[in-house]
């Protein structure tokens, strides 16, 4: 098992630019999330992809969007950046089934600083 | 309004102690309950999953209960060690694909 990979691990952004976060699942999962993760608090969903389509979304605003591409791996976008969009964002994974479920598979994530 | 409580943000044990750890939910109708664990600069990492109609789960040294007349979840880690220490998270997940988190207690295991 490879696990989640993300890159980059540590952003650095100005307000009002647009940045591309980018995930890869771990082997044989078709599904992933993505989580926003400010400092002491739980993570946040912001939406999840399964099988390129998304089917889940947290309370995010439009200029969060995503990708899930054929072999699984990701994107998060994020444009018109606000300072409050800096904390750490999460890429998860798992093989979703008509009669399983499972826990997520979870990257380290990357650290995004909004300046 | 819906809210995910877990007890405490922090929890001292001392080594070889049981340590439980709540989760408490309100207005929310979760098919499944998990808890994570996650260290610092890291991301969570998927300790057990236990479903609406599954009183309990063991796996190890960790044991998880789930109330949905309560709307509580308890976590147990028995016989506790030091390498224990970390915050621990649960995570409501719902059937339309969404999935909250509390904010965590971070456990202390003292040798």
């Known amino acids: 098992e490879t696990g989640v990979t993300q890159s980059p691990t540590h952003l650095i952004k100005t307000r009002g630019q647009q940045v591309t976060l980018r995930c890869s699942s771990q082997s044989g999962h078709n599904t992933v999330s993505w989580y926003q993760q400010a400092l002491g608090q739980g993570p946040q969903f912001i939406f999840q992809?399964?099988?390129?389509?998304?089917?889940g979304r947290g309370n995010f605003p439009p200029r969060f969007s995503g990708l899930q591409f054929p072999n699984y791996s990701s994107e998060l976008n994020v444009n018109a950046l606000e300072l409050d969009d800096s904390a750490l964002y999460l890429c998860?994974?798992?093989?979703?089934?008509?009669?399983?479920?499972?826990?997520?598979?979870f990257g380290s994530g990357t650290r995004l600083t909004v300046v | 309004s819906q809210k995910i409580e877990q007890n405490s943000e922090a929890l001292n044990i001392q080594e070889g102690k049981t340590a439980t750890l709540t989760c408490n939910y309100t207005?929310?109708?979760?098919?499944?309950l998990q808890w994570y664990r996650q260290d610092p600069g890291r991301g969570p990492v998927f300790l057990l999953l236990i479903r609406e109609n599954e009183k309990e789960k063991r796996k190890e040294r960790l044991k998880v209960t789930f109330d949905t007349t309560l709307k509580q979840s308890l976590f147990h880690i028995t016989a506790s060690q030091p390498a224990d220490s970390a915050t621990y998270l649960c995570?409501?997940?719902?059937?339309?694909?969404?999935?909250?988190f509390g904010a965590g207690t971070r456990l202390t295991v003292k040798p």
């Open positions: 995570a409501l997940d719902m059937s339309n694909n969404d999935m909250r």
């Open positions: 207005n929310y109708s979760p098919a499944y």
């Open positions: 992809y399964y099988r390129e389509e998304e089917n």
């Open positions: 998860a994974s798992r093989r979703e089934g008509a009669y399983s479920v499972y826990g997520y598979t």
